[in-house]
């Protein structure tokens, strides 16, 4: 295409845009409350799958050993430990820090507990490469010499992997949906501006117009419908988004764990609907000259 006449289609896209005033509307509104849902949703699955992998990343294995272990023996024991190939860190605790941690959760009346009466063992605690791997490491410690147990959570720890994998599904899966559902809400409003175009459509075949010259100003009015539509899901989102990470992010303080910091976060979040926007304007305009007109 030659750059006149793709100049040319860009000018008729956006006359056109003004020309159907109230049909633009309609299309730049059924683009915003869609885009605004996607990147709501966006924003929430991604913190959600960030919160989440640090959480999975805390999920450790406690391996107790067995007492009157000499030290010869836990150094055996931990040597076996990081044969395993899915172990990462191994970090060493003893049973006076064991009752320390104790104290600090659930009281000072377990200080009776110190000394010679302490009935804890001394662990190893054990992080995995990959959090998956979790359960793995404590079945594969639960065979060794020297150990008393090993703990990861159980079935605390398999409902957490499990959410997070739901979490990631359902996610893009809602997405997807809301996504074909915007392309067929602008296809339709777009159909009703090509269908009251018909003449006009019809005088330019009979000069000659081939069918992608007539079908590259509606692409185009669809694109731009597109990226209209997402200003102000863009201007809600970030302001939305700062400040509930000011919000969230004095609670999840005292955790540990953070939400996606807004700088780089809105600019791909921005970028994403911009470019989201543009593609389903376009692929709407594109059906709907397919479908209804067969041009």
Do not use: C
Request: glycine share 8%; proline share 2%; aromatic share 10%.
């Amino acid at each position: 295409m030659k750059i006149s006449t793709f100049k040319r289609h860009m000018i008729e896209s956006l006359k056109s845009l003004k020309r159907n005033g109230w049909m633009s509307i309609a299309a730049f509104s059924a683009v915003t409350v869609t885009l605004l849902l996607v990147g709501i949703l966006l924003s929430i699955l991604m913190n959600v799958n960030k919160v989440a992998s640090d959480i999975e990343n805390d999920v450790q294995v406690r391996v107790l050993i067995n007492r009157g272990t000499t030290k010869k023996q836990e150094q055996k024991l931990k040597e076996n430990l990081e044969d395993l190939n899915y172990v990462g860190k191994i970090k060493f605790s003893s049973k006076a820090q064991e009752l320390k941690n104790v104290i600090g959760s659930y009281g000072k009346e377990f200080k009776l507990f110190g000394g010679d009466d302490n009935p804890l063992n001394d662990v190893f605690v054990v992080s995995a490469k990959k959090p998956e791997q979790t359960v793995k490491i404590a079945k594969a410690a639960q065979k060794m010499k020297y150990v008393y147990d090993a703990k990861y959570g159980g079935a605390s720890a398999k409902k957490l992997f499990s959410i997070v994998d739901n979490i990631q599904k359902w996610g893009i899966g809602i997405s997807l949906l809301l996504l074909f559902v915007a392309v067929f809400l602008i296809s339709n409003t777009i159909r009703i501006t090509i269908l009251s175009r018909k003449n006009e459509i019809a005088i330019m075949r009979l000069v000659g117009a081939t069918n992608g010259f007539i079908r590259w100003p509606f692409i185009l009015e669809g694109a731009w419908t597109g990226l209209f539509g997402a200003i102000i899901p863009i201007v809600v989102v970030n302001f939305g988004y700062m400040w509930l990470y000011k919000v969230i992010s004095a609670s999840l303080a005292s955790t540990g764990y953070h939400l996606l910091s807004p700088g780089v976060f809105l600019v791909q979040i921005d970028s994403l609907l911009i470019f989201i926007g543009i593609v389903i304007g376009a692929i709407g305009s594109g059906v709907s000259m397919r479908r209804f007109l067969r041009i």
